[in-house]
Nanobody, 122 residues
């Protein structure tokens, strides 16, 4: 089992920044690829970014490339999502997830946090 707890969400104006954090506990953290997903009202949960267990490989959905940066600190069992130049369309609940299969598909992740709300005002 892996327990994940997100923090750092909030309300920000368009063009602003937020940094999301995800604290992990339980099984060996480095065994897992970590991902960030988001779900807006009335929409399906979608992939945002992921990072390999070592941190050497990162993946992003096209809409956040150049604006968001995923990173991890394996010594602290934590993963982060730095979000810059935020847009109203980034408004969603953001979820941290852990898995060891695939990158972009929700079904490939076995453990999920409870989510943190990000609201970007125009």
């Amino acid at each position: 089992q892996v327990q994940l707890v997100e923090s750092g969400g909030g309300l920000v104006q368009a063009g602003g920044s937020l940094r999301l954090s995800c604290a992990a506990s339980g099984r060996t953290f480095t065994n897992y690829r970590m991902g960030w997903f988001r779900q807006a009202p009335g929409k399906e949960r979608e992939f945002v970014a992921a990072i390999s267990g070592s941190g050497s490989s990162t993946y992003y959905t096209d809409s956040v490339k150049g604006r968001f940066t995923i990173s991890r600190d394996n010594a602290k069992n934590a993963v982060y999502l730095q979000m810059n130049s935020l847009k109203p369309e980034d408004t969603a609940v953001y979820y941290c997830a852990a898995g060891d299969r695939g990158v972009r598909i929700t079904q490939n992740y076995d453990y999920w946090g409870q989510g943190t709300q990000v609201t970007v005002s125009s």
